[in-house]
């Protein structure tokens, strides 16, 4: 005997989920998973990262240099962040600014470090990123007992002045080719750094000429395994002030080793900045995100920027000038790099300016319009209804007109109206018509037609 359901009975049914239920539970869902996919293609685009978006090599120096270590530094930061900084050693300073202007097909090699004082002409489609903060030294390297100490003493030396292409060998024979130091007759060779510390103290060349922070340990060790000496020059400032990017520094005594002091006494010598170089395959992004990269690996490189004066012609970086005066990347730059790229910010707020002025001047035409439409409909239905209902808009009889006259005068209101429809329909469809605003047309349409239809039952 089957069981009935009591009706009276207070016992709680169960009851499937309804159709309406289930739908939106799908919809909930599929809004849940598009937001997902939505929000994983935006972290793909690299927008809460400073260097994710940060694709480029960077040109240093000799493996072995302090330029090659700051850039492994660089690109383990930009590792960690997800970009991809690829560190490229090469002959030194003049190299990597021809590289640089080669600007090869591929777009990859975009900064470089460079030795200041280097020519590169205005033309070259290179820009200026800024300095490194801490200079360089140049050293003349010499056997203990046999340094010299005027510039005198360099008359028919012989000098290792590094590999060719590199800035410490620009920067020497610029140096001896001063009209003072070039009846002297010194001989450059050009040998790896190494190499040319080995000569020295072997006696077949007098010095070796480096350009390098005084902390490199590459430097210590070699003048500490040849038993070198740091050459320091009578009137040194003399030659200095001639160069405007050079200046003096002061190399401390026991330096280098403590038990046999190296320098024996405090020595001064010329020091040089680093600039930091790019071309035009760096796109804003990539700029700032290096830029942001020297900024946290070196604390000095914000105080130290914008350079003062330089030794060469380049113009400072749109992109750097902005750096250095917020201190960070802003916000357009940090979330939306593949914009920037495109246009500057300022651009796209001009942009945004340009198109809202724009859409509000199509929208004040399009009432504009709209306000002609509806005047002119204005006055063809009251001369309508004086021929229609013989009364003026005053409420005053209008004296009865012959048949003929009616019907020639009612007419050309008709054509008039219908002219004016025509019109109205064009203009719904327009360029200039908001969207929106396509219901003021077809109401104004509405009322014509009516009026068209009022004419003509009397015509």
């Known amino acids: 005997m089957s069981r009935r359901a009591d009706p009276l009975s207070t016992e709680p049914l169960a009851t499937k989920p309804s159709f309406w239920q289930r ?7 599929v809004i849940l998973g598009i937001s997902s996919a939505v929000a994983a293609f935006v972290s793909t685009l690299g927008l809460t990262r400073d260097y994710g978006y940060l694709h480029a090599s960077l040109l240093t120096g000799a493996s072995d240099g302090a330029y090659y270590a700051l850039g492994s530094d660089l690109s383990k930061r930009a590792k960690q962040d997800r970009g991809e900084l690829d560190v490229v050693a090469t002959e030194g300073s003049v190299d990597n600014v021809n590289r640089l202007i080669k ?5 990859v090699e975009k900064f470089a470090f460079v030795q200041d004082g280097i020519p590169v002409k205005a033309d070259s489609g290179l820009e200026l990123l800024g300095r490194l903060p801490e200079p360089e030294s140049l050293l003349l390297l010499g056997r203990r007992d046999h340094t010299p100490k005027t510039f005198s003493d360099l008359r028919d030396a012989a000098i290792g002045i590094g590999p060719a292409g590199s800035g410490t060998a620009y920067l020497m024979r610029q140096l001896l080719a001063d009209p003072d ?4 007759n010194v001989r450059t060779t050009n040998y790896a750094l190494d190499e040319q510390a080995r000569l020295v103290a072997e006696g077949r060349i007098d010095l070796a000429a480096i350009v390098i922070r005084d902390d490199a340990e590459f430097l210590r060790n070699i003048v500490r395994k040849y038993d070198l000496e740091v050459a320091e020059f009578q009137n040194l400032a003399g030659l200095i ?3 405007p990017w050079l200046s003096i520094g002061r190399i401390t005594a026991g330096r280098f080793d403590l038990l ?16 930091v170089l790019t071309n035009a395959c760096a796109k804003r992004a990539d700029r ?4 942001a990269l020297l900024s946290a ?3 000095g490189f914000l105080r130290a920027n914008p350079p003062s004066s330089t030794g060469t012609s380049l113009p400072l970086a749109v992109e750097a000038r902005q750096f250095f005066h917020s201190g960070e990347i802003q916000f357009a730059d940090r979330y939306f790099p593949w914009a920037v790229n495109l246009m500057s910010p300022v651009y796209w707020v001009y942009l945004a300016m340009a198109a809202t002025a724009l859409f509000n001047g199509l929208r004040a035409f399009s009432r504009f319009r709209l306000w002609r439409i509806d005047t002119t409909r204005e006055r063809l239905t009251s001369a309508a209804r004086q021929w229609t209902d013989g009364k003026t808009d005053d409420g005053s009889s209008t004296p009865p007109s012959t048949p003929k006259s009616f019907d020639a005068h009612a007419a050309d209101i008709l054509q008039q109206l219908q002219n004016l429809r025509s019109r109205c329909h064009r203009q719904v469809s327009s360029f200039v018509t908001p969207m929106g605003d396509e219901m003021f047309y077809r109401y104004q349409q509405s009322l014509i037609d009516k009026a068209i239809a009022d004419l003509q039952a009397h015509l």
């Open 260 to 275: 046999h002091p190296t320098p024996a006494t405090d020595r001064l010598v010329p020091q040089i900045n680093t600039l």
């Open 241 to 243: 002030s001639r160069y």
């Open 23 to 29: 739908r939106g539970l799908i919809r909930a869902l």
């Open 103 to 107: 600007n090869p097909a591929d777009c």
């Open 288 to 291: 700032l995100a290096f830029l």
């Open 297 to 299: 690996a070196l604390p």
């Open 181 to 184: 130091m070039a009846g002297l």
